[in-house]
């Protein structure tokens, strides 16, 4: 009885804390940010001149949008993403802008809690499961997340499409794994890397529903595109070639990097940056054929991730918001392991500290090219604890309290 009313009190002790800062965080983003010049504006829009039966592939109709409704930044002639995602944010079109920016926040808190939450669950021991409020709390500071909430991005989306596609591959339902999983494409430089590398996963073993669930979610995504424009895939690539043309070497992938190193030159840069960019690769596709039956979906995805969004042309650090999945295993790996919470905590600190230092570059400078930081602490930790056989803990490390 008593052990049952002390859960009881612990689980309304957390709904307490994390509803706070939940709470908190959206106050402080009502009253501290110009949504009108965020990202978050691109999505509203498209979700509302949808609503409306205009086409957000239409320069004319998109830039009279923005004059409509006051929004200030006026970076793209057509919306920059593929359509078939306004249809997504159609919801969020049926809100005032300022509605939609707080609402679209504490959607996005809440995802980010669930997943933790259900990530931290995969463990059989109590002592993961106490750090869901000090991980999220933390979340609060990982650089990656605080960018995301303040442009308002829907880096979430891929959380929870890949968070569904890790949770159905562990129930054997691989269909609609894939279906999950090909919703990565809504941003296709994340997704076509994403993609590959799972795709080399499933072709490794033999999992054909997956790459099926792949292909009909792709196609789906395609029609529903064409409902609105048939054009849309050659509009959208026109968008895509403009953003590319004004982001040139400023991202935290190789690309960018051999764009620096070889001065803007080309070829150089485009052969450079094609030669690291496809070495990351065929080396993740190797771990992950090799290790095909030797890792989960989970453990398959902590190596996917970074390695994708570091050989990719085109991501921003708001998109590293994924890395909160492999970040969930490395602490509870590392408090199985050590059957102690400090190696836990050390490395939460470092990564917000780094990752905070790399976005405070990025406004300084408008250049990313620290966040690749964040990504060699997130991949190198991850395979430092899958290489490393048991714990290893030094004499007199404390034990769980």
């Known amino acids: 009885m008593k052990t049952a009313i002390q859960k009881t009190i612990g689980i309304i002790v957390t709904f307490i804390l994390i509803g706070g800062m939940i709470f908190l965080r959206a106050r402080i983003s009502a009253t501290g940010f110009d949504f009108q010049s965020s990202n978050f504006t691109f999505f509203w829009l498209a979700g509302r001149m949808v609503m409306e039966g205009e086409n957000p592939y239409d320069e004319t109709q998109y ?14 002639k057509i919306f920059p993403y593929p359509l078939p995602l ?15 920016y707080i609402t679209w926040q504490i959607i996005t808190l809440i995802i980010v809690a669930v997943t933790i939450f259900i990530l931290l669950n995969h463990w059989e021991e109590t002592a993961p499961m106490r750090l869901l409020v000090p991980v999220f709390a933390a979340m609060f500071f990982f650089g990656p997340l605080y960018l995301t909430l303040h442009t ?8 929870l499409a890949i968070m569904g596609a890790i949770l159905l591959l562990e129930k054997d339902k691989s269909l609609l794994a894939g279906i999950a999983l090909s ?13 590959l590398l799972a795709g080399i996963w499933f072709l490794a073993r033999r999992d054909w529903k997956a790459i099926y669930g792949v292909a009909i979610g792709g196609v789906a995504l395609l029609i529903i595109g064409m409902i609105q424009d048939p054009l849309w895939v050659i509009k959208f690539r026109g968008a895509s070639e403009a953003v590319m043309d004004r982001t040139l070497g400023v991202h935290s992938n190789v690309w960018a990097f051999a764009y620096l190193a070889c001065k803007g030159a080309s070829p150089c840069s485009t052969l450079l940056g094609a030669t690291l960019g496809l070495t990351l690769l065929g080396l993740g596709g190797f771990f992950l054929w090799q290790n095909q039956s030797n890792v989960t979906a989970w453990e398959a995805f902590n190596v996917i991730l970074p390695i994708a969004f570091v050989s990719t042309v085109y991501l921003w650090a708001y998109d590293q ?35 905070f230092f790399a976005l405070i570059e990025q406004a300084g400078t408008s250049k990313d090219l620290w966040s690749l930081g964040t990504t060699i602490i997130v991949l190198g930790m991850v395979i430092w604890l899958n290489i490393r056989s048991d714990s290893v803990v030094e004499k007199g490390t404390p034990a769980i309290m």
Do not use: M
């Open 152 to 159: 308002g991005s829907i880096g979430v989306i891929a959380v």
């Open 321 to 355: 918001i994924l890395y909160i999945i492999p970040i969930v295993w490395i602490i509870g790996t590392l408090v199985e392991r050590t059957k102690s919470y400090i190696y836990a905590f050390i490395f939460l600190i470092v990564l917000d500290l780094y990752s």
């Open 63 to 76: 830039l009279a949008g923005h004059e409509t409704y006051g929004i200030k930044w006026q970076p793209n």
């Open 86 to 100: 306004a249809i997504f944010c159609v919801p969020l079109g049926l809100l005032s802008l300022p509605a939609a």
């Open 183 to 195: 919703l990565t494409i809504l941003k296709p430089p994340q997704g076509l890397t994403i993609l």
